[in-house]
């Protein structure tokens, strides 16, 4: 007797990966906030702050190839908890009171950060149920967004306090991430024998495959998640420094609500990414974060900075699920691990050319025009989205199609 009911999503290793990213983007959220007030308390420009948030996408970028390779042929909770205590150790290394020290620690940072990523992509591409792929995508995203209700105000805090400072966040982020590779210790051991990664025979040189860093299957979803967050650091690093300027104070509620916001808004809308496609979605979003980078630059109020901010992660929700959903679509079941590596590239080298580029137009203009230039950039690609990704979709599908039947022929 077949029963109707729908596969479930929350398996006892789907939560462990949930709770294993939950604890890694909670160490981020707390590093988020206070990297631009310490390095601008070091003496440091905006520009200078720019370049520490780069430094952590040069090096999640380099590192991408190998790691995807480990992930295929090693173990992808093994590149997970290995990524969890770099970023750990990372963190030591800003207790050096110099941005030099900052700029390598976050580098350092930026590499234990591709393991954690690599690792959970490619786990949850394997967990997800076929036709749920959004609504499972908008769980996790939900769960990382989850650290943003309480962490970066946290940090804030914490910071501002009598008897804390930037090196008590610091350690606050270190104990965060650190019991995130415990969490994902325990994954490794929950993940069924059968769910592990099967070894698989190479299909090119093993060089090749490392210094192939993009998997052409991937391609588009990488393309498409790069330009939704290539804004992100306007509304998640510069916008602290930004509120100071205006005067706005308490403004730990900032990210208290656009995490309130971005958790709760994943799996609804990723769910409705389901049913209306990924170029609909996509142009939603796109045009949600073009009005609420508008409204950025025109308000001065807590409330109108924390309306601006919702709006944004809104569109970030509807299209980071989807986006992430036709990635898991796109990647070859054969080479997972490096699709997915070559997907996990796209948020930081985003959040490292948003944040140079940012860091530069507000020293050249202020603040207001860097909200003004990202709206720009964030409108330009609406037109013929839908066209364009149904279309591409469409020619991946066919070309992933080929490559299935010759595979089951060899078989």
């Not at 209306?276 to 807590?302: D, N, Q």
């Not at 970030?316 to 070559?342: C, D, F, K, T």
Request: proline share 4%.
């Amino acid at each position: 007797m077949t029963s109707d009911k729908p596969e479930s999503i929350w398996s006892r290793a789907f939560a462990l990966l949930c709770l294993a990213e939950f604890l890694g983007y909670a160490q981020h959220f707390i590093l988020q906030p206070t990297f631009p007030l310490y390095i601008t308390h070091l003496g440091g420009s905006p520009f200078v702050v720019g370049l520490v948030i780069a430094s952590f996408g040069v090096t999640s970028v380099i590192s991408r190839p190998i790691i995807g390779y480990w992930a295929d042929r090693w173990s992808e909770t093994g590149v997970m908890i290995l990524g969890l205590l770099t970023q750990t150790i990372s963190i030591a290394f800003c207790f050096l009171p110099f941005a030099g020290a900052t700029m390598f620690a976050n580098g350092l940072r930026g590499i234990g950060w591709s393991g954690m990523n690599t690792g959970g992509y490619t786990l949850l591409a394997t967990a997800a149920p076929v036709d749920r792929r959004g609504e499972a995508s908008g769980y996790y995203g939900g769960v990382q967004s989850a650290a943003t209700i309480i962490f970066p105000a946290v940090a804030l805090w914490i910071i501002d306090a009598h008897f804390g400072g930037f090196g008590a966040a610091f350690l606050v982020a270190m104990s965060l991430v650190l019991a995130g590779a415990v969490a994902a210790y325990a994954l490794s051991r929950a993940v069924p024998q059968r769910s592990r990664h099967a070894q698989v025979q190479p299909i090119e040189a093993w060089w090749r495959e490392i210094i192939n860093v993009f998997d052409r299957h991937i391609l588009l979803a990488a393309a498409l998640l790069f330009t939704l967050h290539l804004s992100l650091p306007c509304l998640s690093s510069f916008v602290v420094l930004y509120a100071r300027q205006l005067g706005i104070s308490h403004f730990g509620w900032y990210y208290v609500a656009i995490g309130v916001t971005s958790t709760l808004a994943r799996p609804l809308l990723g769910r409705l990414s389901d049913k209306i496609g990924c170029g609909r979605s996509l142009i939603v979003a796109f045009i949600l974060e073009t009005i609420a980078l508008l409204l950025l630059s025109i308000v001065g109020t807590l409330v109108g900075v924390i309306l601006s901010g919702s709006l944004y992660f809104m569109g970030s929700a509807i299209g980071g699920s989807r986006i992430l959903a036709l990635a898991m679509e796109q990647a070859p079941v054969e080479r997972r691990g490096r699709a997915m590596a070559s997907f996990s590239v796209s948020f930081p080298l985003s959040n490292g050319a948003g944040a140079l580029l940012n860091g530069f137009v507000v020293d050249l203009a202020g603040y207001r025009w860097m909200y003004i230039t990202a709206a720009v950039m964030c409108f330009w690609p609406i037109a013929d989205m839908e066209t364009v990704v149904e279309a591409k979709m469409s020619s991946a599908a066919i070309d992933h199609g080929r490559v299935v039947v010759a595979v089951d022929k060899m078989s």
